[in-house]
């Protein structure tokens, strides 16, 4: 046979139709007991086979005949008047694992918890490492954002006054700086004004 045909008979043999049975034992209205049992005996022998076949089918599968040979005992596994499954769990995978259960359990609870740890390690990694990538999107886009540009208010000489005088509010309220003020005024006029404005209170 070819090797595609033999790897589809064997996934129909093998697994869809021992599913299948599976599905009509379980949804049984009254199930039976020693078909579900068998069952996963059958399963249990199925799953021991796929771990030794990922090292075995390396070594072995150049064989002749060899994916044939593996179609013939599944079939021996679950045919009904052999039930291949039931003979080699009780002869040979029960009392093996029954033996060796308490060493089983122990190295089972270590390696969960040495899981555990290990994916709490990296989920704490994982969280580090989102949260120093986001601050420094935030960096990013804080630093690509433009500042606002800054109102200047332009000082008109109401509220400034030259250097060098005395700001003083007239009756139209604008200012006049008292030194130039009586720069301008002639010098025989100067006094008499100053006189006549401190006298109004102007100064």
């Known amino acids: 046979m070819g090797s ?6 064997l996934m129909v043999v093998g697994y869809a139709y021992p599913a299948y049975e599976c599905f009509k034992g379980v949804e049984k209205s009254r199930p039976d007991i020693d078909a579900l049992r068998f069952w996963c005996q059958y399963w249990m022998i199925i799953a021991v086979l796929t771990i030794f076949e990922r090292i075995g089918d390396t070594f072995i599968s150049w064989f002749p005949m060899y994916n044939e040979a593996k ?85 008109t000489t109401r509220d400034q006054p030259p250097a060098g005088g005395q700001i003083v509010e007239d009756e139209d309220y604008h200012l006049v700086n008292e030194a130039e003020a009586l720069e301008e005024v002639p010098e025989g006029y100067r006094e008499p004004l100053v006189n006549r404005r401190r006298a109004a209170n102007v100064w």
């Open 71 to 155: 179609v013939a005992f599944i079939i021996y596994l679950w045919y009904p008047k052999t039930k291949g499954a039931t003979y080699i769990y009780m002869t040979f995978l029960k009392p093996y694992v029954s033996f060796h259960e308490p060493t089983i359990d122990r190295h089972l609870n270590e390696l969960k918890t040495r899981a555990g740890d290990l994916a709490y390690n990296y989920w704490q990694r994982a969280a580090m490492y989102v949260q120093a990538r986001f601050l420094e999107l935030l960096h990013y886009v804080a630093s690509q954002t433009p500042n606002p540009p800054v109102v200047t208010q332009n000082v």
């Open 4 to 9: 595609i045909v033999t790897r589809l008979i």
